[in-house]
């Protein structure tokens, strides 16, 4: 089955250190790495489960000078990446990176929506399925939930319901924190993408935040550690009995995991 416009397509960690970030999610997610073939930049491939699930991009000074800072960003296809971005634009969002082409994968461009959490959107030439975000059953080591946290749930669900036809399935109280409200996607192949959230006063910058799903959140908690992360939010129960985490690499980037207690 084909990617639709307003799938996740792939996720992407933006580091200062490749080789110290590799280590550490493979310590943690078991991720195997391939070689891009991207000349002139240091961009590296992981895997799971046989299937690319997301990149890694090594900033350089100059980008770090310019503001950059390691993070993790999502990709959305759409079907037109040039009109995606005008439309974006037009609805108060900006475009940080224009519309380009890699050549035999795609033209994308990064972009921001108008409460200004980052995102990227690709339109895919490269003819294979995305895998990256398991849609329909769980997956270790790939994206399991996609959440966004917004000074402005209302505008968030409005901007990404037009743009991407995201749509509001029910929601949770989270008490004095407002209300948790879950998204769906894909239309006739309708699946859970993930949620929105207001922003919480540690964290008053709209962002999406990705998790990714271990074997073991115990194992895992252990394994930050180890590897000199640290955790944001210590594993807490959601629905279905799983566990959620958030963490910071040792860079200092902001990451989620999921999975069971064993």
Same mark, same amino acid.
């Given at each position: 089955?084909?990617?639709?416009?307003?799938?996740?397509?792939?996720?992407?960690?933006?580091?200062?250190?490749?080789?110290?970030?590799?280590?550490?999610?493979?310590?943690?997610?078991?991720?195997?790495?391939?070689?891009?073939?991207?000349?002139?930049?240091?961009?590296?491939?992981?895997?799971?489960?046989?299937?690319?699930?997301? =990149?890694? $991009? *090594?900033?350089?000074?100059?980008?770090?000078? /310019? %503001?950059?800072?390691?993070?993790?960003? &999502?990709? @959305?296809?759409?079907?037109?990446?040039?009109?995606?971005?005008?439309?974006?634009?037009?609805?108060?969002?900006?475009?940080?990176?224009?519309?380009?082409?890699?050549?035999?994968?795609?033209?994308?461009?990064?972009?921001?929506?108008?409460?200004?959490?980052?995102?990227?959107?690709?339109?895919?030439?490269?003819?294979?399925?995305?895998?990256?975000?398991?849609?329909?059953?769980?997956?270790?080591?790939?994206?399991?939930?996609?959440?966004?946290?917004?000074?402005?749930?209302?505008?968030?669900?409005?901007?990404?319901?037009?743009?991407?036809?995201?749509?509001?399935?029910?929601?949770?109280?989270? =008490?004095? $924190? *407002?209300?948790?409200?879950?998204?769906?996607? /894909? %239309?006739?192949?309708?699946?859970?993408? &993930?949620? @929105?959230?207001?922003?919480?006063?540690?964290?008053?910058?709209?962002?999406?935040?990705?998790?990714?799903?271990?074997?073991?959140?115990?194992?895992?908690?252990?394994?930050?550690?180890?590897?000199?992360?640290?955790?944001?939010?210590?594993?807490?129960?959601?629905?279905?009995?799983?566990?959620?985490?958030?963490?910071?690499?040792?860079?200092?980037?902001?990451?989620?995991?999921?999975?069971?207690?064993?």
């Amino acid at each position: 089955m084909a990617n639709q416009h307003g799938d996740f397509i792939w996720y992407e960690l933006m580091t200062t250190a490749p080789d110290a970030a590799q280590a550490f999610y493979s310590s943690i997610l078991g991720w195997t790495w391939e070689a891009s073939g991207q000349p002139g930049m240091d961009y590296r491939l992981f895997c799971a489960n046989g299937a690319q699930v997301g =990149g890694v $991009m *090594g900033l350089s000074k100059d980008m770090t000078d /310019g %503001g950059a800072r390691p993070m993790w960003a &999502g990709y @959305v296809g759409v079907d037109d990446v040039d009109a995606s971005a005008n439309s974006i634009m037009a609805a108060g969002g900006s475009v940080r990176m224009g519309p380009q082409d890699i050549p035999g994968i795609g033209r994308f461009a990064f972009v921001t929506d108008p409460q200004g959490a980052h995102f990227y959107i690709m339109t895919d030439t490269s003819g294979v399925e995305s895998h990256s975000f398991a849609k329909y059953e769980p997956k270790l080591g790939h994206c399991a939930w996609n959440e966004l946290a917004t000074t402005d749930p209302e505008a968030a669900k409005t901007f990404y319901g037009r743009h991407f036809g995201w749509v509001k399935d029910g929601e949770m109280d989270m =008490g004095p $924190m *407002g209300r948790y409200e879950f998204l769906m996607a /894909g %239309g006739s192949n309708a699946y859970g993408i &993930g949620a @929105v959230m207001p922003t919480m006063p540690e964290m008053p910058v709209s962002a999406w935040s990705f998790y990714f799903r271990v074997p073991d959140i115990d194992a895992a908690v252990a394994a930050i550690a180890r590897n000199g992360g640290h955790l944001v939010q210590e594993p807490t129960e959601i629905p279905g009995g799983e566990f959620a985490l958030v963490g910071t690499d040792p860079q200092g980037a902001t990451f989620g995991l999921v999975g069971p207690k064993r």
